[in-house]
């Protein structure tokens, strides 16, 4: 007898359902939720960068690496100083960073942007913390650790899995991070309305995606282990990631320093001259 995930993989391959469509099916059929609602969370939207972006992006080396089914894109801005990793955010792409990439490269550092799983020009359409930070990884092995990591929103949760397994770095920068995936699981919960026991349903999918309870990935449990310097620049108008989870995660290092900014939101800050001069002058130990 076929399981019930095995039915839904039979469905995604073979019917070309919405996630509307699969939505509303899984509001009929509980025995499916969690398998949809888990889809659905981690599902990606996948922006196109802008002519200013693209500017930026053309004048880096373009590589990929394959690992598995994944194909992975990243630019190299080749430098002579210090390896700068850059790791953007959920439904992000490297050329969210192209007001900062500039500044970097004058400064003569060494820039490698990473476009992570189902983001960007990297291959599906699907994404999770785990996943990315492997892929984060993966690089690694590839270019070595990187002296500094600048990271946006989500990238920030990658980017502290990435070094819990094995990925170091000297100095951090934390743009708008998130505190803890249970906090944006409840969210989502939340906005959609699900029910405890659906929410619950989706949990236990999502784990096992993951391979790891979601109560371990949180930044503020992470921090405590790791030695090296942190900057958390996030503004207090931020509606996607409160203020609040960049100060727990400045609070859960040992040596950080926050940076609040106001009215720029979530997206405007990575494209503000105060945030870059913030970076560039952190990263120069000014």
């Known amino acids: 007898m076929e399981t019930n995930s095995t039915i839904v993989r039979t469905l995604n391959r073979?019917?070309?359902?919405?996630?509307?469509?699969?939505?509303?099916?899984?509001?009929?059929?509980?025995?499916?939720?969690?398998?949809?609602?888990?889809?659905?969370?981690?599902?990606?939207?996948?922006?196109?960068?802008?002519?200013?972006?693209?500017?930026?992006?053309?004048?880096a080396e373009q590589k990929e690496f394959q690992e598995k089914e994944h194909r992975i894109q990243?630019?190299?801005?080749?430098?002579?100083?210090?390896?700068?990793?850059?790791v953007h955010g959920w439904n992000g792409h490297t050329g969210n960073f192209s007001r900062?990439?500039?500044?970097?490269?004058?400064?003569?550092?060494?820039?490698?942007?990473?476009?992570?799983?189902?983001?960007?020009?990297?291959?599906?359409r699907y994404s999770n913390i785990v996943l990315?930070?492997?892929?984060?990884?993966?690089?690694?092995?590839?270019?070595?650790?990187p002296d500094y990591i600048i990271t946006h929103s989500f990238g920030g949760a990658v980017a502290t899995v990435a070094q819990e397994l094995g990925v170091n770095a000297k100095k951090l920068v934390y743009i708008a991070p998130p505190l803890r995936l249970?906090?944006?699981?409840?969210?989502?919960?939340?906005?959609y309305q699900l029910t405890?026991?659906?929410?619950?349903?989706?949990?236990?999918?999502?784990?096992?995606?993951?391979?790891?309870?979601?109560?371990?990935?949180?930044?503020?449990?992470?921090?405590?282990k790791f030695d090296n310097s942190l900057l958390v620049i996030h503004d207090e108008d931020d509606l996607e990631i409160p203020f609040a989870m960049g100060l727990a995660v400045s609070k859960a290092w040992k040596n950080s320093k926050l940076?609040?900014?106001k009215g720029l939101g979530h997206k405007?800050?990575?494209?503000?001259?105060s945030v870059k001069d913030e970076i560039i002058g952190f990263l120069k130990g000014i």
């Open 132 to 145: 990315s930070a492997k892929m984060v990884r993966r690089l690694v092995e590839q270019i070595g650790n």
């Open 14 to 59: 073979t019917y070309p359902f919405t996630m509307e469509e699969k939505w509303a099916f899984a509001k009929r059929k509980p025995m499916f939720f969690g398998y949809v609602a888990a889809g659905y969370f981690l599902s990606t939207q996948k922006q196109k960068p802008s002519r200013k972006e693209m500017d930026v992006l053309t004048l």
């Open 74 to 86: 990243y630019f190299h801005w080749k430098g002579e100083k210090e390896t700068v990793l850059l």
């Open 182 to 191: 249970e906090i944006l699981r409840k969210s989502f919960s939340s906005y």
């Open 100 to 124: 900062i990439v500039p500044a970097l490269v004058e400064e003569g550092y060494n820039v490698i942007g990473i476009d992570l799983p189902g983001h960007g020009f990297s291959s599906g």
């Open 196 to 224: 405890e026991e659906e929410s619950e349903s989706m949990r236990l999918v999502l784990e096992r995606k993951v391979k790891q309870p979601l109560s371990s990935l949180d930044l503020g449990k992470a921090g405590p």
């Open 259 to 261: 940076v609040p900014t």
């Open 268 to 273: 405007m800050i990575l494209r503000t001259e």
